[in-house]
């Protein structure tokens, strides 16, 4: 996708015209996600996630469904309309550009993403560095006087904009959002405000604008000096510290800006939970890096892979950083040849760039527009987004093309030879069938696959709806959804039946897709099921152990080994007692290992979040009880059974817990009255197991 997008522009966007009309392109269809996230905002429009409701915070997040990327792309928008806006020959575009920074402004605060808050007067001040004097004040007051505007009427617009999201986001799943109407006057006082808003922001533009020319005769004899682009950002830099210090450091902000946002900005710091998780997945996929250094995982590899190097029990299907999930999917070798094109391009675009720049180009959207998302993009997955990565790498290919007359490699002129022009177009065509036949494929085997789970609403006979199932498959036999619904169904035929040839068939099935998806959870948990119902105990605790090998932070494969262990250790115990005891001792094992994860997750910082669930559950506390009291260690038994006491009886594993829990105290000549009548009065059965389980051991 990336290559499509780069060389479709590195080739078609050569011209002056064509440029113009990629510029265009771009900004209606980013000025259209801005409108379309505002038109959610004021209630006139329900889209799912357009408006998350997170941390108490309603935050704006259009199209893109995560508030975080869409402020990453909101800040590339609004530096480039800010640069447009001042640069643009024609006054009606630079008018439009200047009139749409309000409501980019807005948007942009209504994400509440603090990464790209911090970001934002970074990369201005970088920009302003490849700008002429004139336009560099320019920029920077079309930027302050927007950003003045916005935030004058940040305050009811924010008030007005909760409002409305309380009222007409659904409450629950599966409800009916409450839209506001065309008239609703609530949701026109905001639309009225953000006008004025622009207009007064255009108004000043313009005239900032108009200014220009004047300022670029006052300023011309300083452009002759070398430090001249520095002294502007570098007194910005300086400006901007001090603001910020009289803004948080004296509370001004708190009487200026929503108290939503300005808790929010006031938070930023290296300690908070965000920046804390975000390196916790940098390192862990160092870690990744570490056992696959050359070409890494593959696509997908950071999901599929993540949870078995995680330091703690996070659930993140994204590295947050294009970076480090680059180098997770493609090794160092993929990321060192991402990394030497992408800056390969800036570097080539700016050297030449620079010998124009008293021209003030307008191509240098481009370099904003990639520039600024690939630095957000270090810390989070913007480029995980289709629409994201494809303008970043349609803006690359236009930086490539913009010189790409002035640059040469002699050496490789003897390509243009007859015999050889034709063959990147032969080789491309021969993938282009190849892929042409896969992409049939699969959508030959989703269309089969609708079909099956159509069937099986409509609850057609198994050996009806099988059919266009196993056609799936046979179309696309490494898809790991149309394998488990199989496996899933063989299993409900074998509770039917108790025909042990569909246990087999499974057991084929998973072993095959296992092949291609190691990594699947509902795959190793099916492969344990099916051992289980085959009678094949020792297969299926060995793939319960690869399930903890692979999620070590997921409780649920623990409980399972561990009560498989103590179980198969009773089963065997008369036949074979060493084995039964080397079965307690590894459940005993996975206890050690599960206590020493939890004091990992207590030297946690306080500000980090741990993620799943990770403790001592009441089915652990059973079969833990059940090994101890297996190795005469009652009062251990007693211990960790003890808490099982409160709950509710009415659980059939609850009751094994008490049972063993009570027989520990029979053994160490105490008893509990009270829990032994509330055991019985559950379930008369649990009397004789008592005793049963008393006299045998």
């Known amino acids: 996708l990336y290559t499509v997008f780069f060389l479709a522009a590195l080739t078609l966007v050569s011209t002056k015209a064509t440029r113009l009309a990629a510029e265009g392109v771009l900004y209606l269809s980013g000025y259209a996600i801005v409108g379309f996230g505002l038109l959610n905002a004021m209630g006139q429009f329900y889209s799912k996630d357009a408006i998350w409701f997170t941390s108490g915070t309603y935050r704006l997040s259009s199209v893109f469904q995560y508030s975080n990327t869409y402020a990453g792309f909101l800040l590339a928008l609004l530096l480039c309309a800010a640069f447009s806006a001042v640069n643009s020959k024609l006054r009606i575009v630079s008018w439009l550009h200047a009139f749409m920074l309000v409501p980019v402004w807005i948007s942009f605060l209504l994400t509440y993403s603090r990464g790209a808050l911090v970001l934002m007067p970074i990369l201005a001040l970088v920009i302003l560095v490849f700008l002429r004097l004139d336009r560099q004040i320019a920029y920077a007051g079309a930027l302050l006087v927007s950003a003045v505007a916005s935030f004058i009427i940040l305050n009811p617009f924010t008030d007005r904009y909760v409002e409305i999201a309380e009222s007409v986001l659904p409450k629950f799943d599966g409800d009916s959002a409450d839209l506001r109407s065309a008239w609703d006057w609530t949701s026109w006082k905001n639309w009225l405000l953000l006008l004025a808003a622009s207009a007064v922001s255009a108004l000043l533009t313009g005239a900032i604008r108009a200014a220009r020319p004047w300022l670029e005769r006052r300023l011309m004899r300083w452009e002759n000096y070398s430090f001249a682009s520095l002294a502007l950002p570098a007194a910005g830099a300086v400006l901007g510290a001090l603001a910020l210090w009289i803004l948080f450091g004296t509370k001004l902000a708190e009487n ?19 920046v804390l998780e975000r390196m916790t997945f940098y390192r862990d996929g160092l870690k990744v890096a570490a056992d696959y250094p050359l070409l890494g995982t593959g696509g997908g590899g950071w999901s599929a892979v993540y949870e078995q190097y995680q330091n703690n029990p996070y659930v993140s299907r994204q590295a947050h950083s294009f970076l480090v999930q680059t180098l997770v999917e493609v090794g160092w070798i993929g990321l060192l040849f991402a990394v030497v094109l992408m800056l390969g391009v800036f570097l080539y675009y700016l050297w030449h760039y620079w010998k124009e720049r008293a021209g003030q180009p307008g191509h240098l959207v481009f370099f904003i527009l990639a520039f600024t998302i690939l630095a ?59 892929l042409i036949v896969q992409v049939y494929q699969e959508f030959a085997a989703s269309h089969y696959f609708s079909q099956a789970l159509h069937m099986a609403k409509e609850k057609r006979p198994f050996e009806e709806a099988i059919v266009p199932l196993d056609q799936a498959i046979a179309m696309s036999p490494k898809h790991p959804a149309y394998a488990i619904m199989k496996i899933n169904w063989l299993h409900q035929a074998y509770a039917q039946t108790n025909d042990r040839a569909f246990l087999e068939q499974a057991k084929t099935l998973i072993k095959e897709i296992k092949t291609s998806e190691p990594y699947e959870r509902q795959i190793i948990l099916e492969q344990y099921r099916n051992y289980k119902d085959l009678g094949e105990y020792i297969e299926s605790m060995d793939t319960l152990e690869e399930g903890i090998a692979k999620f070590p932070w997921d409780i649920k494969f623990y409980e399972a080994a561990v009560m498989e262990y103590a179980v198969n250790a009773d089963g065997i115990h008369k036949a074979d007692s060493d084995t039964a005891q080397a079965y307690r001792n590894r459940g005993l094992e996975l206890y050690a290992e599960i206590l020493r994860r939890m004091d990992l997750l207590e030297s946690l910082p306080e500000e980090q979040f741990q993620g799943r669930n990770f403790e001592i559950t009441p089915f652990l506390r059973q079969a833990i009880g059940q090994i101890y009291y297996a190795q005469q260690q009652y009062a251990e038994a007693m211990d960790i059974l003890q808490p099982l006491a409160g709950n509710d009886l009415g659980d059939p594993y609850n009751r094994i817990g008490i049972r063993y829990y009570l027989a520990s105290l029979h053994k160490m000549g105490r008893s509990d ?25």
């Open 673 to 697: 009255e009270d829990l032994m009548k509330r055991l019985i009065e559950s379930d008369i059965n649990e009397k004789a197991a008592l005793d049963a389980l008393i006299e045998t051991n």
């Open 256 to 274: 200026l800006l929503p108290q939503s946002i300005s808790e929010r900005i006031a938070n930023i710091n290296f300690r908070q939970h965000s």
């Open 376 to 434: 957000h993009s270090l810390i989070d997955f913007d480029m995980s987004f289709v629409y994201i990565g494809a303008l970043v790498f349609f803006a690359l290919g236009i930086m490539a093309g913009t010189y790409k007359n002035q640059g040469s490699l002699a050496r490789l002129s003897a390509l243009n030879a007859a015999r050889w022009r034709f063959a990147y177009p032969a080789f491309l065509a021969v993938m282009t069938l190849v």
